[in-house]
């Protein structure tokens, strides 16, 4: 069945440090891709998405790009802050007909320090 | 601003005592979800209405239930509480089944006593 596999956290940084995320993933069909972001206490917000191969998400210094070949959507970021510090999900969506939920990985929670 | 809106944020039962979780949305989407958050895992979608269309996942248990009056409403009924039912629970929005962006409430998080 389709499904969403990411790395386990905790994920410990410092502040300024490079941040990878990985996520692979495994559907029929062709999905869309998602990084959800949840801060403490708080639902979830969409970060970034991508909607077919080779595309590129990005919002506030992250990135993903959708990798048909690697069924990959590894999330990125150059330089993290201590505001960044939150569990972050990867998701695929299947849409159309009677679909239209979103299948979540298990969440990876990044810590950063100052 | 357009959002979706849950009451209340923090909701406390005993065990076997009916709850009501309450979502609404000013998006005027025609799709509404309810997902199953339990600590450290990820959301697990229960069902989902389209317009007046419920949408039952197949292992949601017959404990929880659905209504949704209109456009702007959707309520998730939990009949007999267990233990176990103690999580966060997620309302979320979509323009349609076509759309590729759901719009997430901030939770409502259920104890059971």
């Known amino acids: 069945g389709d499904s969403v596999t990411q790395m386990e956290g905790p994920v410990t940084l410092s502040e300024e440090a490079f941040l990878t995320i990985n996520c692979t993933y495994t559907?029929?069909?062709?999905?869309?891709l998602f990084w959800y972001v949840q801060y403490p206490g708080e639902g979830l917000q969409l970060l970034l998405k991508?909607?077919?191969?080779?595309d590129k998400g990005s919002n506030k210094g992250f990135e993903a790009t959708y990798r048909k070949e690697t069924t990959s959507f590894h999330l990125e970021k150059g330089s993290v802050q201590v505001s960044d510090s939150a569990v972050y999900f990867c998701a695929l969506g299947l849409y159309g007909g009677s679909q239209g939920n979103l299948i979540f990985g298990k969440g990876t929670k990044l810590s950063v320090k100052p | 601003d357009a959002m979706v809106i849950q009451n209340p944020r923090y909701q406390v039962t005993q065990f076997g005592k009916p709850v009501t979780l309450s979502c609404s949305q000013t998006?005027?989407?025609?799709?509404m979800y309810w997902y199953q958050q339990k600590s450290s895992q990820a959301p697990k979608l229960l069902f989902h209405y389209y317009d007046k269309d419920f949408n039952n996942e197949a292992d949601t248990p017959d404990n929880f239930q659905s209504r949704r009056p209109n456009t702007s409403f959707c309520f998730l009924d939990i009949r007999s509480p267990g233990l176990g039912d103690a999580a966060m629970y997620l309302c979320?929005?979509?323009?349609?089944?076509?759309?590729?962006?759901?719009?997430f409430g901030p939770g409502t998080r259920l104890t059971v006593l």
């Open positions: 998006l005027n989407h025609n799709v």
């Open positions: 559907a029929t069909g062709y999905p869309s």
């Open positions: 979320a929005t979509s323009r349609d089944h076509e759309s590729d962006e759901q719009f």
């Open positions: 991508a909607t077919k191969a080779d």
